[in-house]
C-alpha cells in the first residue's frame, strides 16, 4: 500500500507540503494588531496559549476581579431564573413578545428575571419583568463591538470573561428558559444541560420555548437518545413548549415544589461592606 502524501509530515520551514512556497510569515504590523486587540478584549489574551508569566498573573486577578464584582452585585438579587436568547430579534418579532410575556410570567412567580443583560431576547425578558412589576438584573459581557446593556435592568454587572458571566448566569439560577438564539445561547443550553446530567448542579428545570426554531435540535438529541450517547433520563430534563402557562406550571413544579424553593428568602445585605439589596427583594 503506497504511503500516505498528506498530513504524515510537518513541512518544513519556508515550504508547504507540496514544495510551493509557503504563505508569508504575519507580518510585524499584524502582529502588533493582534496584541493590541488582546490589550483590549481580556478572554482574547487569556485564551491564546502562554503569555508571560506576569502576564499569566495579572489575567488570572482579572478573572478574580470579574467574579468578585459578579458575587457583590448579584448575591442580594434573590432567586433567579435565567432566560437565553439571541440578541438579534427585533421588538416586532414574535420571539421578543413571547419572551417578554415570559418575563412578565417569572416576575409574577416571585421569580427575579436574569438575562445576559443585552438587546434582543434578553431585552424583551427584563422588559417583562418591569412590565409585571417585578425585578430584573443583567450579567453583561465586554466585547469589541460594544454590547450595552439594555435599559431594563434594576441591577447589571459587565464582565470581561464569557466562562465567568455563564458561571454567574447559572450560579443565581433555579431555573432556565431557552428562546432561539444562536452558538451563545446554545453553548449556554448544553453547559446547564452537562451541569445538570453530571450533578454539579442540582436537576433544576430547562425549558425550551419557540419549538418551531428547534425541530432539528430535537431530532438530534433523539439521535444521541438512540445512539446511547445519553440517557433516557437526560430527555426528561427538557420541557419543550410554546405555553407560558405550561412553563410556569413546570417551573412551578420542578423549582418551587421539589425545593422546597422560598422566593422571599434572601442573604442580609451588610451596609459596612458597601452591600446593597435589590429593591423589593428584602
Known amino acids: 500500500m503506497p504511503a500516505p502524501t498528506l498530513l504524515d509530515r510537518e513541512p518544513e520551514p519556508g515550504t508547504s507540503l507540496s514544495g510551493a512556497p509557503a504563505t508569508p510569515k504575519t507580518t510585524v504590523a499584524a502582529i502588533h494588531a493582534d496584541e493590541q486587540f488582546c490589550s ?3 478572554d482574547r489574551a487569556l485564551l491564546s496559549g502562554p503569555n508571560r508569566r506576569l502576564k499569566d498573573l495579572q489575567l488570572l486577578f482579572s478573572v478574580a476581579k470579574d467574579f468578585m464584582q459578579g ?20 421588538e416586532d418579532h414574535p420571539y421578543y413578545k413571547l419572551a417578554r410575556d415570559m418575563g412578565a410570567a417569572l416576575a409574577r412567580m416571585g421569580f427575579t428575571v436574569m438575562t445576559g443583560g443585552g438587546p434582543g431576547i434578553m431585552e424583551a ?4 419583568a418591569k412590565d409585571a412589576g417585578g425585578r430584573s438584573v443583567g450579567c ?22 464569557f466562562f465567568v458571566r455563564k458561571t454567574l448566569l447559572i450560579k443565581y439560577s433555579y431555573g432556565f428558559i431557552i428562546m432561539p438564539g444562536g452558538f451563545g445561547t446554545m453553548d449556554e443550553m448544553f453547559e446547564a444541560l452537562t451541569l445538570i446530567q453530571t450533578r454539579k448542579i442540582k436537576n433544576f428545570p430547562i425549558v425550551i420555548m419557540g419549538t418551531d426554531f428547534w425541530p432539528e435540535m430535537r431530532q438530534f438529541m433523539e439521535h444521541m437518545l438512540r445512539g446511547a450517547t445519553i440517557s433516557p433520563e437526560d430527555m426528561d430534563l427538557i420541557k419543550w413548549t410554546d405555553s407560558v402557562d405550561e412553563a410556569v406550571a413546570h417551573l412551578q413544579e420542578k423549582a418551587v415544589t421539589q425545593f422546597g424553593l422560598r ?7 451588610n451596609p459596612l461592606l458597601g452591600e446593597k439589596a435589590l429593591e423589593g427583594v428584602c
Do not use: K
Open 140 to 161: 453583561n459581557i465586554r466585547l469589541p463591538f460594544e454590547q450595552s446593556h439594555n435599559p431594563y435592568l434594576d441591577r447589571w454587572v459587565t464582565m470581561d470573561h
Open 71 to 90: 458575587f457583590r452585585a448579584l448575591h442580594f438579587v434573590g432567586p433567579c431564573i435565567t432566560v437565553f436568547g439571541s440578541a438579534r430579534f427585533a
Open 125 to 128: 425578558a427584563n422588559r417583562g
Open 40 to 42: 483590549t478584549l481580556v
Open 263 to 269: 422566593r422571599d428568602r434572601v442573604p442580609e445585605c
